[in-house]
């Protein structure tokens, strides 16, 4: 399937865990395919992880423009970090890799990102101002700032430090797994992190993406902090969306 005048774009969400990819109208945000779902290879290796995403285009039967959003600190398609992923990807040039690999022009953003700019759009994000973060919480915690409707990108907050190590290793799904913590004891926890959050950039609105924001109702009670906090509508569909549109605003530059 080609890209085509209703301006379809791939987009393609790379995780810890699984690297997922749909068609998306980029004028409505709806998928226009069920989205598929390949595991991230172990270790998850450049060559590894690029020859994962290729195949997952070519499931698609895809030769356009592909949005990916990735797992990393990313600076004009370079990979600056590597929090959940193999350290090898760090310095590397992830859109170069992944056109690569894949035969197509791909253009690359941080994962959070582009679950933010979907729920912006899209979501429950329309119309806010002020400060507005989206905290993704699945193998670490993403997150997406915005400003008045713009993207501040790469603002990683699952790296600030709390107890002493960087706040997902005590506050994201990984660690309430990892520990085999209930709803509650990991709830209450997450409520610290998002008081932490808070306490340092008093934000408007924190929405909830990834995974976790769709048990909301089994930790709401806990969630105390003094701000709006509600689960993004869009929920785990946002990074596809999200890269889809990063992809066609960037065509159009």
């Given at each position: 399937m080609q890209e085509q005048e209703q301006k379809l774009i791939l987009g393609i969400d790379i995780g810890a865990s699984g690297i997922k990819g749909a068609i998306v109208d980029i004028h409505t945000g709806?998928?226009?395919?069920e989205r598929m779902r390949l595991v991230t290879?172990?270790?998850a290796t450049p060559e590894a992880m690029a020859a994962t995403f290729a195949e997952l285009v070519d499931m698609h039967?895809?030769?356009?423009?592909?949005?990916?959003?990735?797992?990393s600190i990313i600076k004009n398609g370079v990979a600056h970090?590597?929090?959940?992923?193999?350290?090898?990807?760090?310095?590397?040039?992830?859109?170069?890799l992944l056109s690569n690999a894949s035969g197509c022009k791909v253009k690359v953003l941080n994962d959070a990102d582009a679950?933010?700019?979907?729920?912006?759009?899209?979501g429950l994000g329309r119309g806010e101002h002020g400060l507005v973060i989206l905290?993704?919480?699945?193998?670490?915690?993403?997150?997406?700032?915005?400003l008045n409707g713009e993207l501040v990108p790469n603002t990683e907050l699952g790296h600030m430090f709390l107890h002493g190590d960087i706040a997902e290793r005590y506050a994201s799904n990984n660690a309430r797994k990892r520990e085999n913590l209930g709803w509650d004891e990991?709830?209450?926890?997450?409520?610290?992190?998002?008081?932490?959050?808070?306490?340092?950039f008093s934000p408007d609105l924190i929405?909830?993406?990834?995974?976790?924001?769709?048990?909301?109702?089994?930790?709401?009670?806990?969630?105390?902090?003094?701000?709006?906090?509600?689960?993004?509508?869009?929920?785990?569909t946002a990074g596809t969306v999200g890269a889809a549109m990063y992809a066609y605003e960037m065509s159009k530059k």
């Open positions: 709806k998928l226009q395919n290879p172990d270790p039967k895809w030769k356009g423009l592909v949005g990916c959003g990735f797992p970090s590597a929090a959940n992923i193999s350290k090898k990807w760090i310095n590397q040039d992830v859109e170069k679950a933010g700019i979907a729920e912006m759009r899209f905290i993704t919480i699945g193998s670490g915690l993403g997150s997406a700032f915005f990991w709830g209450a926890r997450f409520n610290e992190y998002l008081e932490y959050v808070n306490h340092i929405f909830l993406g990834g995974g976790v924001s769709k048990k909301f109702l089994k930790y709401k009670e806990h969630i105390t902090v003094d701000v709006r906090v509600t689960p993004a509508q869009l929920l785990n």
